[in-house]
C-alpha cells in the first residue's frame, strides 16, 4: 500500500473512532427536559405542547436557565418538518456559587437550537451589567431571511454564595 494510502485509511479510521466521542460530548451540550404539557388534542398523531427544559451555563458555572418551548404535533410534527413558532419564555438563576471559567464577548451565544427543518434558530445570549453585577440573559428566534422580535430576558444579580465572595462579572467580559 502507498504512503499516501495509508495515510489516508489511517484518517478514516481515526474520524470512525473519534465520531461515537463526538456525539457524547454533543450530548452533554443538550438541555435537560423537565416536563411536556399537551396544550391541544390532535386524533392519531402527536398533540401540541409545551416543553419547559433546564440548561446549565456553559461558561458560567453556578447559573441554570429554564426555557419553554411550544412543540407542534399533528403530522408535521411528528415527521419533524414542522416550523416551530417563535414563542420562548426564560428564566435565569444562580443555583451555586458563580465561578466563570473563561472570559466572553457581551452579547456570546450560550444555547442554539434549530426550530424549523430549515433556517429558523432558538438562541440563547449571554451579556454582563458591570454596573450592578448581573448576568443578563437573552432568548430570541430567528430565521436566515426575516428576524422575528419575539424574545424574552432574564438577569441574575451576583449574590455572594456560604463564605465565597461573590465575583464581578466585568472583570470577565473581554472588550
Given at each position: 500500500?502507498?504512503?499516501?494510502?495509508?495515510?489516508l485509511?489511517?484518517?478514516?479510521?481515526?474520524?470512525?473512532l473519534?465520531?461515537?466521542?463526538a456525539?457524547?460530548?454533543?450530548?452533554?451540550?443538550?438541555?435537560?427536559l423537565?416536563?411536556?404539557?399537551?396544550?391541544?388534542w390532535?386524533?392519531?398523531?402527536?398533540?401540541?405542547?409545551?416543553?419547559?427544559?433546564?440548561?446549565?451555563?456553559p461558561?458560567?458555572?453556578?447559573?441554570?436557565c429554564?426555557?419553554t418551548?411550544?412543540e407542534k404535533?399533528?403530522?408535521?410534527g411528528w415527521l419533524?418538518i414542522a416550523?416551530?413558532v417563535?414563542?420562548?419564555?426564560?428564566?435565569?438563576?444562580?443555583?451555586?456559587p458563580?465561578?466563570f471559567?473563561?472570559?466572553?464577548e457581551?452579547?456570546?451565544?450560550?444555547?442554539?437550537?434549530?426550530?424549523?427543518?430549515f433556517?429558523k434558530?432558538m438562541?440563547?445570549?449571554?451579556?454582563?451589567?458591570?454596573?450592578?453585577?448581573?448576568?443578563?440573559?437573552?432568548?430570541?428566534?430567528d430565521?436566515?431571511?426575516?428576524?422575528?422580535?419575539?424574545?424574552?430576558?432574564s438577569?441574575?444579580?451576583?449574590?455572594?454564595?456560604?463564605?465565597?465572595?461573590?465575583?464581578?462579572c466585568?472583570?470577565?467580559?473581554t472588550?
Amino acid at each position: 500500500m502507498s504512503r499516501c494510502k495509508s495515510a489516508l485509511v489511517a484518517s478514516l479510521l481515526g474520524l470512525c473512532l473519534a465520531a461515537p466521542l463526538a456525539g457524547a460530548a454533543r450530548a452533554a451540550d443538550e438541555p435537560d427536559l423537565i416536563f411536556k404539557k399537551s396544550t391541544v388534542w390532535k386524533f392519531l398523531t402527536p398533540d401540541h405542547k409545551l416543553a419547559t427544559y433546564a440548561i446549565d451555563d456553559p461558561v458560567v458555572e453556578g447559573v441554570a436557565c429554564h426555557f419553554t418551548v411550544p412543540e407542534k404535533g399533528g403530522v408535521e410534527g411528528w415527521l419533524g418538518i414542522a416550523e416551530e413558532v417563535s414563542d420562548v419564555s426564560l428564566a435565569c438563576r444562580q443555583v451555586g456559587p458563580i465561578a466563570f471559567r473563561e472570559k466572553f464577548e457581551q452579547g456570546d451565544e450560550m444555547f442554539r437550537q434549530s426550530r424549523s427543518f430549515f433556517f429558523k434558530k432558538m438562541r440563547i445570549v449571554r451579556g454582563c451589567d458591570a454596573k450592578r453585577n448581573v448576568l443578563v440573559y437573552l432568548v430570541y428566534s430567528d430565521k436566515l431571511i426575516e428576524g422575528s422580535p419575539k424574545n424574552s430576558t432574564s438577569t441574575v444579580p451576583i449574590m455572594p454564595w456560604g463564605d465565597q465572595p461573590a465575583p464581578r462579572c466585568a472583570d470577565f467580559v473581554t472588550d
